[in-house]
């Protein structure tokens, strides 16, 4: 059975940092793409970053240059590290696993971890 258990998510003033982490159970880890979404109150859930199992990384337009995914694939592990945070940031946060091929299809998510931003 696969899990995926996010930490790492808090509140942090504008302009401060945080840094996500994703751990994932089961086999195979290094084959899969990983991915960062983040659902804001009253918006639709969005893909902030992925990563491939090749490493090839996409982000939103509206984290370019400020946020950061990487991956550990001996722990298990992926990190979304987020600097210069904004208000419009504040959002819960999933990790999720899955199969990028042009599109990216997640199959297994983890629970969301909060992220709020504010003075």
């Known amino acids: 059975q696969i899990q995926v258990v996010e930490s790492g998510g808090g509140l942090v003033q504008p302009g401060g940092s945080l840094r996500l982490s994703c751990a994932v159970s089961?086999?195979?880890?290094?084959?899969?793409?990983m991915a960062w979404y983040r659902q804001a109150p009253g918006k639709e859930r969005e893909a902030v970053a992925i990563m491939t199992s090749s490493g090839y990384t996409k982000y939103h337009d509206s984290v370019k240059g400020r946020f950061t995914i990487s991956r550990d694939n001996a722990k298990n592990t992926v990190t979304l590290q987020m600097n210069s945070l904004k208000p419009e940031d504040t959002a819960v946060y999933y990790c999720?696993?899955?199969?990028?091929?042009?599109?990216?299809?997640?199959?297994?998510w983890g629970q969301g971890t909060q992220v709020t931003v504010s003075s």
């Open positions: 999720n696993r899955g199969t990028y091929s042009g599109d990216y299809r997640p199959d297994y």
């Open positions: 089961g086999s195979g880890f290094n084959v899969y793409t």
